[in-house]
Nanobody
Framework: VQLQAFGGGLVQAGGSLRLSCAASGRTLSSGNMAWFRQAPGKEREVVVALDPFTRHTYYADSVKGRFTISRDNAVNTMYLEMHSLKPGDTAVYYC????????????????????WGQGTQVTVSS
């Protein structure tokens, strides 16, 4: 099972980016999926987490109203649409998935996911 994340780059504050995460070897919708990020000197944090069984979606407060997770089952890919980007959004972004469902109380925890993409750098300039 592999996840490949891409789509990062350098963007000015207020701009937009769309990250993609292509899965191979397993159907993404067979389990929870999420995007995490890690800024220099900081711990990895959840950005958004999706439970495809209940459609429950968690967004970090810092990205609510600006970021949207979506998926295209036909191409086994999930996306992170990011708008109104801020310098504070600068980080390496990782996609993650799990074979099977994660209970709601754990879906924001990195240790609950068993497969990770390689990360893609997002840099937002002021």
């Amino acid at each position: 099972v592999q996840l490949q994340a891409f789509g990062g780059g350098l963007v000015q504050a207020g701009g937009s980016l769309r990250l993609s995460c292509a899965a191979s070897g397993r159907t993404l919708s067979s389990g929870n999926m999420a995007w995490f990020r890690q800024a220099p000197g900081k711990e990895r944090e959840v950005v958004v987490a999706l439970d495809p069984f209940t459609r429950h979606t968690y967004y970090a407060d810092s990205v609510k109203g600006r970021f949207t997770i979506s998926r295209d089952n036909a191409v086994n890919t999930m996306y992170l649409e990011m708008h109104s980007l801020k310098p504070g959004d600068t980080a390496v972004y990782y996609c993650a998935s799990r074979n099977g469902r994660i209970i709601t109380s754990y879906m924001t925890r990195a240790e609950a996911y068993d497969t990770w993409g390689q990360g893609t750098q997002v840099t937002v300039s002021s």
